[in-house]
């Protein structure tokens, strides 16, 4: 049997509660891959959570389903999904217990659990995977609920179809999840074209940071008072990294967050030059090799000196 095989037979055998989780700081795959499966899986199942520790952003809202998740996970679950995660530490709970686990995720990092795990770092998406388990599963019952979040997570993580390791992958799942009556525009529109006016304005104080070192990186920053000054929080800075990332003969675009006192959340984006995957596990992060992260503790300055001297040691190397 092959992963995909064995995963729906497990899957369809179990018959106590199931758990469906993926990482912090929800982005677009996290959600989409969360809730396409329980949209789906409600079909067939009763004891059945989807868990997100943190808020869905309000981008998001409209996916179906996004009302109905959990932020804290029951007690124990005989089968946990875990989606989009490299590890179980990523979905931020340090208490889950479960019987068996299931992990479906396209990160090029991250731990093996067992023969339940269906891994591709090649996948443009995770909600790309979580369609070839419904698939395998019951084609019929891939209804709209299930392939608006599975596309909206696709759109999301391939930066709306603009990078992907895989594109005849991306494409072959948009084309088949189109075909599902899905409205394809409308949901461009209320994820790309829906942005409040504040998010405008933390963005204007990031611009003002923008700096590029030796033509090969740019990076911005941003601070607690930023989000405090325009009442917005990181969650409405997500897709800020486009903007260092855009400048043109840069390689890799950088975003520094303030989380907490002394705490920086970083954002790498890259253009296919060096690993950023690589560098962000150095530091106890991951991703894949355009599009990683990590977190680290310091001051501002530390920090930013941290991570730019150790991508420009890759960018030299990589020549
Ligand atoms: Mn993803």
């Not at 996970?73 to 340090?94: K, N, V």
């Not at 795990?117 to 998406?125: K, V």
Request: hydrophobic residues 40%.
């Amino acid at each position: 049997m092959n992963d995909v095989a064995r995963i729906v037979k497990r899957i369809k055998d179990e018959d106590g509660r199931i758990g469906i989780i993926s990482h912090f700081d929800p982005d677009g795959d996290a959600i989409g891959s969360v809730l396409g499966m329980y949209n789906f899986l409600k079909k067939f199942k009763k004891n059945l959570d989807p868990i997100l520790k943190d808020e869905i952003p309000y981008l998001f809202k409209f996916l179906p389903g996004s009302d109905e998740v959990k932020s804290s996970p029951a007690e124990y679950y005989d089968l946990l999904l875990l989606l989009d995660a490299s590890d179980i530490t990523r979905t931020g709970f340090d208490n889950l217990k479960f019987g068996d686990l299931v992990r479906i995720d396209h990160h090029k990092t991250g731990t093996n659990y067992s023969s339940f795990d269906y891994l591709n770092e090649n996948a443009p998406s995770t909600t790309v995977l979580v369609l070839d388990i419904l698939r395998s599963y019951s084609e019929k019952d891939i209804t709209r609920e299930v392939a608006e979040p599975l596309y909206a997570g696709l759109l999301t993580d391939t930066g709306g179809f603009r990078y992907s390791r895989d594109f005849s992958m991306a494409f072959s799942a948009a084309l088949y999840l189109s075909g599902k009556g899905i409205d394809c525009q409308e949901i461009a529109q209320k994820i790309f074209l829906r942005k409040k006016l504040q998010v405008f304005k933390l963005l204007a104080l990031a611009l003002e940071t923008l700096t590029v070192v030796e033509d090969r990186i740019a990076y911005i920053v941003l601070r607690k008072e930023f989000f405090e000054a325009t009442g917005t929080d990181s969650s409405d800075s997500q897709s800020f990294v486009t903007y260092p990332l855009s400048v043109d003969d840069v390689a890799v675009g950088i975003k520094f967050t303030e989380a907490g006192d002394n705490f920086w959340k970083v954002s790498l984006r890259g253009k296919n030059r060096v690993d950023l995957a690589e560098i962000a596990e150095e530091f106890g992060g991951g991703g894949h090799k355009n599009a990683a992260g990590l977190r680290m503790e310091g001051d501002e300055n530390t920090v930013v000196s941290t991570v730019l001297s150790r991508i420009l040691k890759a960018l030299k190397s990589e020549k």
